[in-house]
């Protein structure tokens, strides 16, 4: 049997049950533990996603112990082949990765790509934002469009990736839901989110395309003015910012965070890990800590997660080609 294409509903309908069965208000511990694979350094996104995800499952109880292992090096690469090689020991691995392997593998800056690990789940995500500063004259998208249109070369979007990277990628599907050539307008990379936000507060450039989480910490500081979010409907988290959907610009993109295993992962391991994963997601230690990280929960098990990675893929890699990114 297929368990990988369960849905959410389903797979908490198992859970469910057994708290039922047991007759217990909470959770028994489902594993004795989880070893956590990290393809980058310390501090970063992958990073803060195992980790947090380990707290929230030690915390609920539904694990015993989880450990971590970060693993740097060729874009992540690093970390995928060695899952790949050691397969047959790793059954209690999960690799965090995200939307960079989709892109990095079309880029074939890594070898693999998701297809030759096993889903286990999607989780959560970070919605894209483009933004300006709190003082700019520029006070919508339809300003923002109008004053591109003006001076294509010299209305300056920035990021914090290189050109061809996420970051110019969501402003480019942005600029195309707009009806404009997502090739033709002024794109500056830095070096890291940072220094992109401060070649936006120095003027530098007109906007900048960054995640919606690291954009709400600064509007509620008062110092930028979100211009659209990419996401189907207002996040809660900071409802006063519109989306791009609402605005008639056809821009929806989610760089999702999730996790993968070995592959030829058994099954019932594979079940295993998706209702763990199921059951911590509705407990308030998870809320705490998705809502400690900015994120949205986009629980996506097996199959669901597939077809996503697959219609994601298909949108990056027209878009880089239409950049000449491919």
């Not at 099954?267 to 509705?282: F, G, N, P, R, V």
Request: hydrophobic residues 45%.
């Amino acid at each position: 049997m297929n368990h990988s294409g369960w849905t959410r509903r389903a797979l908490m309908a198992a859970a469910a049950a057994t708290l039922a069965m047991t007759g217990i208000a909470k959770a028994d511990q489902m594993m004795d533990s989880v070893h956590f694979l990290i393809p980058g350094g310390a501090g970063g996104g992958w990073d803060g996603t195992a980790r947090g995800t380990g707290e929230a499952l030690m915390n609920a109880g539904l694990v015993g112990t989880a450990t971590y292992e970060n693993m740097s090096g060729g874009g992540g690469g690093v970390a995928i082949g060695n899952l790949i090689e050691n397969a047959a020991s790793s059954h209690g691995t999960l690799m965090v990765n995200s939307t960079p392997i989709v892109i990095r593998s079309l880029t074939g800056e890594i070898a693999q790509s998701f297809r030759d690990l096993t889903l286990v789940a999607g989780t959560v995500g970070d919605y894209a934002a483009l933004v300006v500063t709190a003082d700019s004259p520029i006070k919508s998208m339809e300003d923002a469009l109008a004053m591109y249109r003006e001076d294509p070369q010299g209305f300056a979007i920035g990021g914090g990736s290189v050109p061809g990277g996420m970051d110019h990628l969501v402003a480019a599907i942005v600029m195309q839901g707009a009806g404009e050539d997502p090739t033709a307008f002024n794109y500056l990379g830095y070096d890291a989110g940072g220094e992109a936000m401060a070649g936006l507060l120095s003027g530098e450039i007109d906007a900048l395309s960054t995640g919606f989480s690291e954009a709400v910490a600064l509007a509620d500081q008062g110092e930028i003015r979100i211009l659209g979010v990419t996401s189907a409907e207002r996040v809660p988290a900071y409802e006063e910012a519109p989306t791009f959907v609402e605005q008639g610009i056809d821009a929806e993109f989610v760089n999702w965070r999730g996790f993968f295993a070995a592959p030829n992962l058994p099954e019932e391991k594979l079940a295993a890990y998706q209702e763990l994963l199921a059951t911590m997601m509705e407990t308030p230690e998870w809320e705490a800590i998705r809502a400690r990280m900015g994120l949205v929960n986009i629980f996506r098990p097996g199959d669901e997660f597939k077809t996503f990675l697959e219609a994601q893929e298909r949108q990056i890699g027209d878009l880089m080609r239409d950049l000449g990114f491919l």
